[in-house]
């Protein structure tokens, strides 16, 4: 008797130890898979990835790992094969992208846009400007602190369009009144909060920003303030180990009905930080 139990203890000890190493090998394979997303700040420090990216991960089962920095580092990563998704917004650059072989295809996502922020006095008088170069100009000429991202995002590649619209030399300001940070958006607006600077800022991290002080929106609506965002597949054909059938996978639930909803019911305080217009949507 003793035998025929230790016996089927020993047949049902081995049985458990196959069904937990089975579960776990499944545990392991669910866990990797995933996909890297080279992003911004903007989509990351707004909240929009910590609402939509759930909702994702329950429908496929594929997990998504964010690297948020600015447009022009996220290019960097996505070129280097360090990313299997790139979501930035900085249209030219994306299209450069696409050209240059190191994405597949480029889709309009959402948009929202820019506004020029500063302190509610606005020593500079941008509130009388009738457009966003214009307000720099005032700014230039009032020599007030103005905090840029400096960091060639997507944000400081529209800044320094809007400046060389407004006739504005700024490389040759660097370290005067024009301070640039080398952070992202959160930490400029942080700087620019605490010097009474200005700063153009992406307007979902500006909605989201909890350190505003004395800051207020002194310049919004100007046509060249609009701030399109776009994805793309990097190119498997440029890096073969890009996990092309999940990344893909991924954008077409970003362009798709399910994902251009999730993020239109995305809001913080009541307000819609991102207005979807994917073409693919219905």
């Known amino acids: 008797m003793k035998r025929r139990s230790l016996l089927r203890l020993t047949v049902t000890t081995l049985i458990m130890a196959c069904a937990v190493g089975l579960f776990g090998v499944t545990n392991v394979s669910g866990a990797e898979r995933h996909i890297v997303v080279a992003s911004t700040t903007s989509t990351e420090n707004s909240g929009l990835f910590k609402h939509i990216l759930p909702l994702f991960e329950k429908e496929t089962g594929i997990s998504v790992r964010v690297v948020a920095v600015g447009t022009g580092q996220a290019l960097k990563l996505a070129e280097r094969g360090d990313a299997d998704v790139l979501f930035v917004h900085h249209k030219p650059s994306e299209e450069a992208f696409v050209a240059n072989g190191f994405g597949v295809a480029r889709q309009d996502v ?35 602190v103005f905090a840029s991202r400096g960091d060639d995002s997507g944000t400081h590649k529209k800044e320094r369009s809007l400046w060389k619209s407004a006739g504005v030399d700024i490389d040759a300001e660097s370290g005067t009144w024009y ?10 607006l942080n700087t620019a909060s605490g010097l009474g600077a200005y700063a153009l800022s992406d307007r979902a991290t500006w909605i989201s920003f909890q350190n505003k002080g004395d800051l207020a929106i002194l310049v919004e609506g100007d046509p060249a303030l609009f701030n399109q965002y776009g994805i793309i597949l990097v190119n498997p054909a440029k890096h073969p180990h890009v996990k092309a059938d999940d990344g893909q996978r991924f954008i077409d639930w970003v362009v798709g009905d399910a994902g251009q909803k999730a993020i239109a019911a995305f809001k913080v305080d009541g307000q819609q930080l991102f207005f979807p217009n994917a073409a693919s949507a219905k």
């Open 110 to 144: 959402m948009y929202n846009d820019f506004v020029i922020v500063g302190p509610k006095n606005d020593p500079a008088g941008t509130k009388n400007a009738e457009t966003a170069a214009e307000a720099l100009g005032k700014i230039a000429a009032a020599q007030s």
């Open 179 to 188: 301070r640039e940070t080398g952070s992202g958006m959160g930490a400029t």
